[in-house]
């Protein structure tokens, strides 16, 4: 009160919520204050359960935590005057929660050069604690971060050393108590971690097919149209040679759609800032500490550096067809339009076919 009267009638109000270059962000559910397995926010179940998201603030070196239910954002330290995260290293960005064992968070910070282990109920909870269970450092920075199907390993980019790390995860399970800091499952096994170099992956290229005649969406309108242009041949540098590209990791996806198959090979597609593949990686070849160029497969000659890459699941090849098939849309790297792979070659969408056949483009 005498701070009050001594700073007059109108003393300075504590700052709002806001974000500060927020990068990724992954989700929790919580029920009555505690963390519990994601697939329990689901509509009607019963109980206060309220999906959180969890975002990383870059320029703060912080997560904020957002209750989704009530479109609020959380202050994390009670101790701290004014809207304050949990911090999270130098500069975050990337973050990923399990789904189905969500007690801890990862954090990727490119500028502290490590992945960073966090208990995920001091992220979601008022705390006056340090969250941090554990610290990997990397000797690089990361920027691309996804969890494994299995959620028993981490796979990390670091791109100023052309590699896909491999991080294995102490297996998660109820036994460890919300709030049990000592609790070593959820933790990362750096003895058997696994780097994956993918200036490999030009080895293992396979020489292109010719272009299949019809490579192209289906138009559904029923009218007639003509065929599109071939897709111009893609010349790629010699093996080893002066002229390949150090590889610079971007964008990650994970193509484990497997429904139900028994010989499903689980990949991990990685999009390429320098060269004109992506990069694909058997996950099931992983062995803990073992080699990890045992793992890449034949990558796809897309032509052009891409800086993202998703995979759809297994998708109709037409309508009132049985057949399946798979399509991965990648960013162009240098010029922002995106393209449209189907059984390792890029399609020609017809789409401004005088311009540029085989590209999608997007206002802006």
Same mark, same amino acid.
């Given at each position: 009160?005498?701070?009050?009267?001594?700073?007059? +009638?109108?003393?300075?109000?504590?700052?709002?919520?806001?974000?500060?270059?927020?990068?990724?962000?992954?989700?929790?559910?919580?029920?009555?204050?505690?963390?519990?397995?994601?697939?329990?926010?689901?509509?009607?179940?019963?109980? /206060?359960?309220?999906?959180?998201?969890?975002?990383?603030?870059? &320029?703060?070196?912080?997560?904020?935590?957002?209750?989704?239910?009530?479109?609020?954002?959380?202050?994390?330290?009670?101790?701290?005057?004014?809207?304050?995260?949990?911090?999270?290293?130098?500069?975050?960005?990337?973050?990923?929660?399990?789904?189905?064992?969500?007690?801890?968070?990862?954090?990727?910070?490119?500028?502290?050069?490590?992945?960073?282990?966090?208990?995920?109920?001091?992220?979601?909870?008022?705390?006056?604690?340090? #969250?941090?269970?554990? @610290?990997?450092?990397?000797? =690089?920075?990361?920027?691309?971060?996804?969890?494994?199907?299995? /959620? +028993?390993?981490?796979?990390?980019?670091?791109?100023?050393?052309?590699?896909?790390?491999?991080?294995?995860?102490?297996?998660?399970?109820?036994?460890?108590? @919300?709030?049990?800091?000592?609790?070593?499952?959820?933790?990362?096994? /750096?003895?058997?971690?696994?780097?994956?170099?993918?200036?490999?992956?030009?080895?293992?290229?396979?020489?292109?097919?010719?272009?299949?005649?019809?490579?192209?969406?289906?138009?559904?309108?029923?009218?007639?149209?003509?065929?599109?242009?071939?897709?111009? #041949?893609?010349?790629?540098?010699?093996?080893?040679?002066?002229?390949?590209?150090?590889? =610079?990791? &971007?964008?990650?996806?994970?193509?484990?759609?497997?429904?139900?198959?028994?010989?499903?090979?689980?990949?991990?597609?990685?999009?390429?800032?320098?060269?004109?593949?992506?990069?694909?990686?058997?996950?099931?070849?992983?062995?803990?500490?073992?080699?990890?160029?045992?793992?890449?497969? &034949?990558?796809?000659?897309?032509?052009?550096?891409?800086?993202?890459?998703?995979?759809?699941?297994?998708?109709?090849?037409?309508?009132?067809?049985?057949?399946?098939?798979?399509?991965?849309?990648?960013?162009?790297?240098?010029?922002?339009?995106?393209?449209?792979?189907?059984?390792?070659?890029?399609?020609?969408? +017809?789409?401004? #076919?005088?311009?540029?056949?085989?590209?999608?483009?997007?206002?802006?």
């Amino acid at each position: 009160a005498a701070a009050l009267r001594a700073g007059g +009638d109108n003393p300075t109000p504590p700052p709002v919520a806001r974000f500060e270059r927020p990068t990724s962000l992954d989700f929790v559910c919580v029920n009555n204050g505690e963390v519990v397995a994601r697939k329990r926010c689901r509509a009607g179940a019963a109980g /206060e359960f309220a999906l959180h998201a969890l975002v990383t603030q870059s &320029a703060r070196g912080e997560i904020a935590a957002v209750d989704l239910a009530k479109q609020k954002v959380l202050d994390s330290r009670r101790d701290i005057p004014g809207f304050t995260y949990v911090a999270a290293g130098e500069l975050p960005i990337a973050i990923v929660v399990p789904a189905r064992h969500p007690w801890v968070t990862y954090v990727a910070d490119f500028g502290g050069r490590d992945i960073r282990v966090l208990d995920t109920q001091a992220l979601v909870s008022p705390t006056s604690i340090d #969250p941090t269970l554990q @610290v990997i450092h990397l000797g =690089s920075g990361p920027t691309h971060m996804v969890l494994s199907p299995d /959620e +028993d390993a981490l796979l990390v980019t670091l791109p100023d050393v052309g590699r896909v790390l491999w991080l294995p995860i102490n297996r998660l399970t109820e036994r460890c108590a @919300v709030g049990d800091r000592k609790c070593p499952e959820g933790l990362i096994n /750096e003895a058997d971690k696994v780097s994956i170099e993918l200036a490999g992956s030009i080895d293992r290229v396979v020489p292109p097919a010719p272009t299949p005649t019809g490579a192209s969406y289906q138009e559904l309108c029923g009218f007639e149209r003509t065929a599109p242009a071939p897709a111009l #041949p893609i010349s790629l540098p010699a093996p080893g040679s002066d002229a390949a590209p150090l590889p =610079s990791p &971007a964008g990650l996806a994970l193509d484990a759609f497997c429904g139900g198959a028994r010989n499903c090979q689980r990949r991990l597609l990685v999009a390429d800032e320098a060269g004109p593949l992506i990069h694909r990686i058997d996950l099931d070849a992983i062995t803990p500490g073992g080699n990890g160029e045992d793992a890449l497969l &034949a990558p796809i000659v897309v032509g052009v550096p891409t800086s993202a890459v998703a995979v759809t699941p297994f998708v109709p090849t037409a309508v009132r067809e049985t057949g399946a098939t798979q399509y991965i849309y990648a960013i162009d790297a240098t010029d922002g339009s995106i393209l449209v792979v189907e059984n390792g070659v890029v399609l020609n969408l +017809d789409n401004a #076919p005088g311009v540029r056949p085989d590209r999608i483009r997007l206002p802006g």
